[in-house]
């Protein structure tokens, strides 16, 4: 705004160069900010697969027998918490690896929701729009990154879950399976969405914490103590 207004006066050549100047120092400024962030063709996809979500407790609870649990890899447990202890082990984790491990994660729970429902089962339609919706996503995130983005290497600690999540089941050990519940793992899938993708879900006015722990309930008093804080920092 102000380099246009400067630009009518006699000096408008210096002015306007200083003012590229400047311009070009905050795109430098910014470009890590922008890197980190959430590419905004993402938003879509990542929005409507909210807006699926939002039916969860009705599809992947009422339909399902009380307490019905299903077998898991151990690694596919992904909750919030699971975020913050892998930021607190592993130095310089990018978001990017983060956002990775997520689609890695949730297409193999949603596959394993989608395996014990019979053709006829009522949420069986509900779960492959699911799966389609979260491909559609998958898709527009690999599209919207270079692809050398994801020949890079992994981080040790982040490259042995990945190599868990992708081993034949028949070869994974009797005590790295897990029980979890339809639901609990849709809910970590959905909160665990919001908060590597926070940048979709912004509501103006409403300052959210979509990775802090202590909203949903759980948190202990250290965390809720640092989350209360936070706001005024
Ligand atoms: C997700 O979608 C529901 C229903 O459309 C909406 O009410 C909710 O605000 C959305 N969540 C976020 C974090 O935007
Ligand atoms: C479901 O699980 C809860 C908590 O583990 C338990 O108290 C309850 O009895 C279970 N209900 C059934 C029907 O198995
Ligand atoms: C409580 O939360 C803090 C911060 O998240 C964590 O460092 C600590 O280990 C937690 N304590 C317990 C008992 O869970």
């Known amino acids: 705004m102000l380099c246009l207004k400067r630009s009518g006066k006699p000096s408008s050549m210096v002015a306007s160069s200083l003012c590229f100047l400047w311009a070009l120092l905050g795109l430098y400024a910014m470009a890590p900010v922008l890197m980190a962030s959430t590419p905004a063709a993402m938003c879509t996809p990542l929005k409507t697969l909210n807006d699926s979500l939002s039916h969860r407790r009705r599809y992947m609870k009422h339909n399902f027998p009380i307490n019905y649990s299903i077998r898991v890899y151990r690694e596919e447990i992904f909750k919030l918490s699971t975020i913050s202890r892998m930021r607190l082990k592993v130095e310089g984790l990018d978001e990017?690896?983060?956002?990775?491990?997520?689609?890695q994660v949730n297409q193999g729970v949603l596959k394993k929701i989608i395996r014990v429902l019979p053709e006829r089962h009522p949420s069986r339609s509900y779960s492959a729009e699911l799966e389609r919706r979260f491909r559609d996503a998958e898709g527009v995130f690999v599209q919207s990154h270079p692809a050398e983005m994801f020949q890079q290497e992994l981080p040790e600690k982040i490259?042995?879950?990945w190599d868990q999540l992708t081993e034949e089941p028949d070869r994974v050990l009797e005590s790295s399976w897990r029980f979890a519940s339809p639901k609990s793992l849709v809910d970590?899938?959905?909160r665990t969405m919001f908060c590597l993708?926070?940048?979709c879900f912004v509501h103006p006015g409403a300052q959210q914490d979509y990775c802090g722990v202590s909203h949903l309930g759980r948190g202990n008093k250290t965390s809720i103590q640092k989350a209360e804080k936070r706001p005024a920092e």
Do not use: N
């Open 197 to 199: 993708f926070s940048d």
């Open 96 to 103: 990017l690896v983060l956002q990775r491990l997520w689609f």
């Open 159 to 161: 490259q042995d879950i």
């Open 188 to 190: 970590s899938l959905c």
